[in-house]
């Protein structure tokens, strides 16, 4: 098979169903597949439980200051109190000498505060780790360049591609959600920390514009501020070629903190450096965004993303056809499948609702314990890289009957062999939150590939089955014979050949997030 790449879409939540036996997914790997992201909302419930508990325990305790508030206030309000009241003398002095010590160290709160504290450590070996957030943060930014997005649409919870002055959207989403100054702020740093500042600029300009405009009111879960999107921002175009950007910046982050000597140092910095160069006064900063050396068809295949590409169609093209297809086999006679061919070379053809909906939510379900980081083979090792975000399970048929029909219905439909060694194990594979696998080939390239000590022959076809359908986006892109092919959800394809092609399966904007099962057969 030609180099296979998925890349990825848009967010999502996986329905797949109760939890199984798996334990808790592995610290920095929960984004890198929707079901350990929809696994994440356990914790998060019951830290909202904890939470809940928390609030309740101060709303108490306020109510129980506000009364004491209240009591005290009417003495003072009355001001026919006499002092000469031994009653009222005495409980005056009593409150100033015991009353108001007792309610400014009252240990209510701090033992409200410790039972919450407590709770979120017995929680959090359960929570995304850091490298979660960079991911994340990664994905957004690899779905913002793949189908254009504009920052500023995002941040307001709208998935728009904005082309010149065209503007169209990609994604409705059911509900909308706006991202928060300090969201902005987090992906701008993490890119911001790579090095990136294609990406951090835009995401650090929209935090700057949110703090500004909430300048004054603090929310207890921000990490960040206006003056640290500021200084990011301002160090970012620095870094970029736009010195007189950084000035304005950092001179306004001086009218919040004048006393902080290392911005000061960064205006006349700049100055200086605009006092030698005034041509920087007007100069516009041109980033480029950054790229990986092995990528060198990434236009192609994100171009192939947006589109159908040079799709052929039957209607050009008499020799793509639609029949129903029984290849002869008796297995296949009553029921016969619907077939689809879409291209000829390299041969590339759809099978409509090969897998009904029971049957998907049965592989989705048997896989679902059992999914483990994807990783690519480099020589004899296996590795995680950047460039395939999903998690992947290998389901052997003897775990369920249904999967020995399935064989039963792959190889009568395609003629192969499907039992190994002729063919390994059904795969089932989840993207994560911009989840991808750049382009690659499905056959083994190197001689150090394991598949060649197998004697078993290299891989001649990929059979693949969406298990779930997507709401905008996604396809299997085949970059040199210039088409893409959309998720469609129970639809199979097979594809022949090896090295033909170049493709990239790609998820899409999804609220039941697509899963992507392959058979791979050798000869």
Not at 158 to 169: C, E, I
Not at 236 to 254: H, K, P, T
Not at 356 to 369: C, F, H, R, T, V
Not at 497 to 510: A, R, W, Y
Request: with cysteine.
């Amino acid at each position: 098979m030609g180099p296979v790449a998925r890349l990825a879409a848009l967010l999502a939540l996986l329905a797949l169903g109760p939890r199984g036996p798996a334990g808790p997914a592995a610290q920095g790997d929960t984004f890198s597949a929707l079901t350990s992201v929809a696994r994440a909302l356990a914790p998060e419930r019951r830290l909202l439980a904890l939470l809940r508990r928390y609030l309740r325990g101060e709303e108490a305790r306020l109510r129980d200051l506000t009364r004491f508030y209240d009591k005290v206030l009417s003495l003072h309000e009355d001001s026919a109190t006499p002092v000469a009241n031994p009653l009222l003398a005495f409980t005056l002095i009593k409150r100033l000498q015991s009353d108001w010590r007792n309610v400014v160290h009252s240990l209510e709160a701090s033992e409200n505060s410790q039972a919450l504290k407590d709770g979120y450590q017995k929680v959090e070996q359960d929570l995304p780790a850091f490298e979660d957030l960079e991911g994340a943060a990664r994905a957004l930014m690899r779905l913002q360049d793949v189908y254009m997005l504009n920052v500023k649409g995002l941040a307001r919870g709208l998935f728009q591609r904005v082309t010149g002055s065209a503007v169209t959207d990609l994604y409705s989403p059911r509900r909308l959600f706006s991202l928060t100054a300090d969201d902005c702020f987090q992906v701008g740093k993490v890119a911001y920390d790579m090095g990136d500042y294609y990406h951090a600029i835009p995401w650090l300009e929209e935090a700057v514009s949110l703090f500004r405009g909430s300048y004054g009111k603090w929310n207890t879960e921000d990490e960040a501020s206006l003056e640290d999107a500021l200084d990011h921002l301002a160090f970012a175009s620095f870094q970029a070629g736009n010195v007189s950007y950084a000035l304005s910046l950092s001179r306004e982050f001086l009218l919040y903190s004048p006393d902080n000597k290392r911005m000061a140092r960064n205006v006349l910095k700049y100055e200086r450096l605009l006092a030698d160069s005034p041509k920087q006064m007007v100069a516009e900063a041109v980033i480029q965004r950054p790229n990986v050396p092995h990528l060198q068809t990434r236009d192609t295949y994100e171009g192939l993303c947006q589109t159908l590409g040079s799709q052929p169609t039957h209607y050009q093209i008499p020799s793509l056809y639609c029949s129903y297809e029984t290849n002869s086999n008796p297995y296949l006679l009553l029921q016969p499948f619907r077939k689809e061919v879409i291209h000829l070379e390299p041969y590339v053809v759809l099978y409509h609702d090969f897998v009904n909906d029971m049957e998907a939510q049965k592989i989705k379900g048997l896989a679902e314990p059992w999914l483990q980081r994807s990783v690519v083979a480099s020589g004899e090792k296996q590795l995680q890289v950047d460039y395939r975000i999903s998690k992947s399970a290998w389901l052997k048929d003897s775990v369920d009957p249904m999967l020995v029909t399935l064989d039963h219905r792959i190889a009568a439909l395609t003629g192969l062999d499907v039992q190994p060694p002729y063919a390994e194990y059904l795969q089932v594979v989840n993207y994560g939150i911009g989840g991808h696998y750049e382009p690659h080939f499905d056959h083994a390239t190197s001689p150090s590939s394991p598949l060649y000590r197998m004697k078993s022959g290299n891989r001649v076809a990929t059979f693949m089955i969406y298990l779930s359908a997507v709401e905008a986006g996604g396809a299997t892109a085949f970059i040199y014979a210039n088409f893409s092919m959309p998720v469609v959800k129970t639809v199979s394809s097979l594809r022949l050949g090896i090295g033909c092609d170049l493709s990239l399966h790609s998820q899409g904007l999804d609220q039941s997030r697509p899963s992507i099962s392959d058979f791979c057969m050798n000869k």
